[in-house]
């Protein structure tokens, strides 16, 4: 197993987790957590593997992915009553599940032969879409609209990372250290100490 | 016309039906109603074609998929009005596609020789995902987040049951009417009898 | 630059304007109204590569049409405030970008060889979806839902357009600007004249 191999498992993982107590919010049966474990956990990766043109998409050539997922899935439906704030689980999760994303899609990227700025967007697609996906069929409010959060920066963040850090010539294990340590550390300051960059205030005129 | 062309028709033909009669419900003109017909009746077959990297898209090959998704359109568009509930209509309609499609998703990934993961995840694919596409666009409330009915899990045993018949080697057709069967009756035994899984309760801590 | 790269480039523009003026009204930071504007840009343009197997994608090849959509998103970041209306404003460029995507859209299925269903609908996919990702994510009523105005109408009898005057043989120059002034002057009509196609009335029952 390589190293970006057991990265893609482990974001696979823990955003399956996130998929799964959205199901739970949505009071699902076992089927549905499994629906919205697979969208969550394989969405990101399936999107970078269609726009890179990289052929058997990583899940359909090793569906042990999905394996993953469902076990998550079972995990969750099973245990998640024991969770006080399950909204709260859910965003931490996330951060955490996107710190690793990022790291697996911007290195696969890299490790194509793709310019920066591709690094860069494949990056964010792994690491924001499986969640957004997640949010717009569920019809919760997507993560990548909430006000005053880093959510997008932090993944454009640990994407520049990457390149930068490539660019030092680091071995490749500690570029996606780097990047996922960008990652969540900016997405953690902004979930528990409230950082944000300047948002466009003004009052929206609505017609 | 093989029988897998008959049964991608069939299914074509049924959920542009059921895109229609979301466009009547939106009070949209003609070509929305194209719009929503197309969307709804293509939308699982491309996600599986384009999963598959199975090129080209199987209406690009053939473009007559899409006048049948327009006939359907047109006939919605001058009749829907006859309808007393035209969301039941809808419900069941959809159910009729659903099998039809899953049996489809699924024939086509095992003809094309995938594993059985890969056989039923393109058979869920395939049947959900041009209804979610149709719902998600025109904020109906996707028919997979309906609480206390069996969607998902309809198209799930559907696809298993195309993974165990084929084992048993029976003949294609005979593949795709024990899944077509299986999906359809599970769906409505949830829509006419109430039929459901346990699903996970506990209120849901919205903070 | 070949006349259809112009194009590309053209709509890319626009509809980054259309994003990040989404972006304000959800009162995102710059990275925010990077990604609206990135995923508005090039998201139909994308579909359309997607599903003619074109790779690699137009973006990915050269990623210079990142670059312009993050330089709109800066623009409209610094200087939506001096706007009284931005919805019309969004509105207006939606529009200005909706004929230009449909004439490259069309423009380069046609390129291809490919027939005339198909040629048709590249131009809707090109046209629509992009600003249908923009407001599928932003929680925005998406523009092809608009009760009582032309939309995907405008796109689909641009796209007719170009199938018309390729069979004319005029040079591909002229066919973009008859298609991009079909899509214009319709959308125009229906936005400032009211102009509308009959629309399937009747009491849409709910239950």
Not at 73 to 84: G, I
Not at 101 to 124: D, E, F, N, W, Y
Request: with cysteine.
């Amino acid at each position: 197993m390589t190293f970006f191999t057991f990265l893609d498992y482990s974001a696979v993982l823990v955003f399956a987790l996130t998929g799964s107590l959205v199901a739970s919010r949505a009071q699902l049966d076992i089927v549905g957590f499994f629906f919205f474990a697979c969208l969550t956990a394989v969405g990101g990766g399936t999107l970078r593997d269609l726009l890179l043109d990289r052929h058997p998409v990583f899940w359909v050539e090793n569906p042990a992915y999905l394996g993953v997922a469902c076990a998550a899935a079972l995990l969750v439906f099973l245990t998640a009553h024991l969770f006080e704030s399950r909204y709260k689980l859910l965003l931490w999760l996330d951060a955490f599940a996107l710190a690793i994303a990022v790291a697996a899609g911007s290195g696969v990227a890299q490790t194509l032969g793709h310019s920066a700025p591709i690094v860069v967007v494949m990056g964010v697609v792994t690491g924001c879409m499986g969640g957004l996906m997640r949010d717009v069929v569920s019809n919760e409010v997507p993560l990548v609209l909430v006000k005053g959060e880093l959510y997008v920066t932090c993944t454009f963040a640990g994407s520049v990372a990457t390149v930068i850090a490539s660019e030092l010539e680091l071995p490749s294990t500690q570029v996606a250290l780097a990047c996922a340590a960008v990652t969540f550390i900016l997405r953690a300051g902004s979930l528990a100490l409230g950082w944000q960059l300047p948002v466009y205030k003004s009052r929206p005129p609505k017609v």
